[in-house]
T-cell receptor
Framework: AQKITQTQPGMFVQEKEAVTLDCTYD???????LFWYKQPSSGEMIFLIY??????QNATEGRYSLNFQKARKSANLVISASQLGDSAMYFC????????????????FGSGTQLTVLP | DAMVIQNPRYQVTQFGKPVTLSCSQT?????MYWYQQKSSQAPKLLFH???????NEADTPDNFQSRRPNTSFCFLDIRSPGLGDAAMYLC??????????????FGPGTRLTVL
C-alpha cells in the first residue's frame, strides 16, 4: 500500500487565489513527521513546512499552512495568495520508522502535484 | 549562503564510463543521503551515511557506490552507467537519522545524461 498519496497530478490556480494540495498518508508509527517540499523546474528540492504527529496546532510558514487532520490521516498544503513563482512540483513526504532500516526513519515521498499559477 | 552544494549541476557521460558526483555541506549534519529521481517521479533513496556508517537500501544496484571521506563531503560513484541511470541525483543532509521531526535539506541536484 502507498504510504503517501497525492491524488492530484496537476492543479491550476489563478494568481492571488488560494490553493489546496491534497496529501494522505498511512503509517503505524505513532511518531512521524510530515513535510512538504517544492521542486521548481531547476530541480532543487526546497523545504517548505513541517508538521509533527504530536503537534496540536496546524503548522504555518508565511503563505504556507498545513491542514493536519490526524484522524483522517491527511496533511493538505494550503498556499494563500498564489504567485507566479509558486508554479512548481510539490511533494508531500513522511518520515516514520522504517522497519527495514532499523531505527532509521526514512523520508518517503508521494508522487507529487504539478501546480501551475495562471496570470 | 548555500548549505548543501552539488557539483556539477549537469553531467554528461558515456555508456559504461565511470562517473562521480559530488556533494558538500556547511551544516555540519551527521547524515548525508543520496537520492535518484527520474523524470516525473518521486525521489528514491539509494543510500545514506550516518557519520561514517554506510547504509545501503536493499534495492540499490551494485553499480552505485558512495564515499564519505569527512563530515562535509560525500560522493556518488556510478561504476558503469547505463542508459537507465540517466536521472537527477539529489544529495540531502539531516542532523539525525532516527528522528521523525528532523528535516532533510537538499542540494540543487546533478542532472546526469548518459549517451
Amino acid at each position: 500500500a502507498q504510504k503517501i498519496t497525492q491524488t492530484q497530478p496537476g492543479m491550476f490556480v489563478q494568481e492571488k487565489e488560494a490553493v489546496t494540495l491534497d496529501c494522505t498518508y498511512d503509517t503505524s508509527d505513532p511518531s512521524y513527521g510530515l513535510f512538504w517540499y517544492k521542486q521548481p523546474s531547476s530541480g532543487e528540492m526546497i523545504f517548505l513546512i513541517y508538521q509533527g504527529s504530536y503537534d496540536q496546532q496546524n503548522a504555518t510558514e508565511g503563505r504556507y499552512s498545513l491542514n493536519f487532520q490526524k484522524a483522517r490521516k491527511s496533511a493538505n498544503l494550503v498556499i494563500s495568495a498564489s504567485q507566479l513563482g509558486d508554479s512548481a512540483m510539490y511533494f508531500c513526504a513522511m518520515r516514520d520508522l522504517s522497519i527495514s532500516s532499523g531505527s532509521a526513519r526514512q523520508l518517503t515521498f508521494g508522487s507529487g502535484t504539478q501546480l501551475t499559477v495562471l496570470p | 549562503d548555500a548549505m548543501v552544494i552539488q557539483n556539477p549541476r549537469y553531467q554528461v557521460t558515456q555508456f559504461g564510463k565511470p562517473v562521480t558526483l559530488s556533494c558538500s555541506q556547511t551544516l555540519n549534519h551527521n547524515v548525508m543521503y543520496w537520492y535518484q529521481q527520474k523524470s516525473s517521479q518521486a525521489p528514491k533513496l539509494l543510500f545514506h551515511y550516518y557519520d561514517k556508517d554506510f547504509n545501503n537500501e536493499a534495492d540499490t544496484p551494485d553499480n552505485f557506490q558512495s564515499r564519505r571521506p569527512n563530515t562535509s563531503f560525500c560522493f556518488l560513484d556510478i561504476r558503469s552507467p547505463g542508459l537507465g541511470d540517466a536521472a537527477m541525483y539529489l544529495c540531502a543532509t539531516s542532523i539525525r537519522r532516527d528522528s521523525s521531526t528532523d528535516t532533510q535539506y537538499f542540494g540543487p541536484g546533478t542532472r546526469l545524461t548518459v549517451l
